[in-house]
């Protein structure tokens, strides 16, 4: 199947940790991607994982994969003003296709 | 480096007008190209995707189009716009066994 659900909204503080959760349903996904969306910008690549591994780290990025349970998170430790945006899961569908879930629109508040 | 361009950046149709949107990638040779839309306050449809010049894979019926005349050049058209054509419209790009690469979007308004 090809259908990624993410929660639509969260709010955090400005120096919290932020985790963004995700499920997907395609077991036979290779790969799993994080992208941010800035107001009014094209996504960017944030980071992916490849789907034999549990956890990635880069910088303040944690990427955790659960592949029992089909989960995703995405955590944004000591998060930014800047961090503020859309942040979109994606699981691979085929050698060309990805799908998306509807996105997350994180909040920071000071 | 590779780099993906879309124009126009913004654009306001009237209803029934015609539409042409481009994309060009500098940098790389044969790419995936896609053409997204993403509706306000949702997440991404995918449009079409070409794997080469002159193939095109229409993902949703729809009144737009899509041509790859060029290599590294991919367009999106449609003949007479609908007010539910009004989007912002994502262009990606891919090399092979890589990930997703998006352009800057354009932000079209059919009044």
């Known amino acids: 199947g090809e259908d990624v659900e993410q929660s639509l909204f969260l709010s955090v503080r400005e120096g919290d940790s932020s985790v963004i959760n995700c499920t997907y349903t395609d077991s036979s996904s290779t790969y799993l991607y994080w992208y941010k969306q800035e107001p009014g910008a094209g996504l960017q690549l944030l980071t992916y994982?490849?789907?034999?591994?549990d956890m990635k780290q880069d910088q303040r990025l944690t990427v955790l994969l659960n592949k029992k349970d089909k989960h995703l998170s995405l955590r944004i430790a000591d998060t930014q003003t800047g961090d503020s945006a859309i942040y979109f899961c994606?699981?691979?569908?085929?050698?060309?296709?990805?799908?998306f879930g509807a996105g997350t629109t994180v909040t920071v508040r000071a | 480096s590779q780099t993906i361009h879309q124009w126009p950046a913004t654009l306001v149709q009237p209803v029934g007008s015609p539409l042409s949107l481009e994309c060009t990638v500098e940098g790389t040779s044969n790419p995936n190209l896609y053409w997204y839309r993403q509706a306000a306050g949702r997440g991404l449809q995918l449009l079409f995707y070409?794997?080469?010049?002159?193939?095109i894979s229409s993902e949703v019926p729809q009144n737009l189009s899509a041509s790859r005349p060029q290599d590294r050049q991919f367009i999106l058209s449609s003949k007479k716009l609908l007010l539910s054509d009004s989007g912002f419209y994502l262009c990606?790009?891919?090399?092979?066994?890589?990930?997703?690469?998006f352009g800057p979007g354009t932000r079209l308004l059919v009044l």
């Open positions: 994606a699981e691979t569908v085929n050698d060309y296709k990805l799908s």
């Open positions: 990606a790009w891919k090399a092979s066994s890589e990930t997703q690469y």
């Open positions: 994982i490849f789907s034999n591994m």
């Open positions: 070409s794997v080469g010049i002159g193939q």
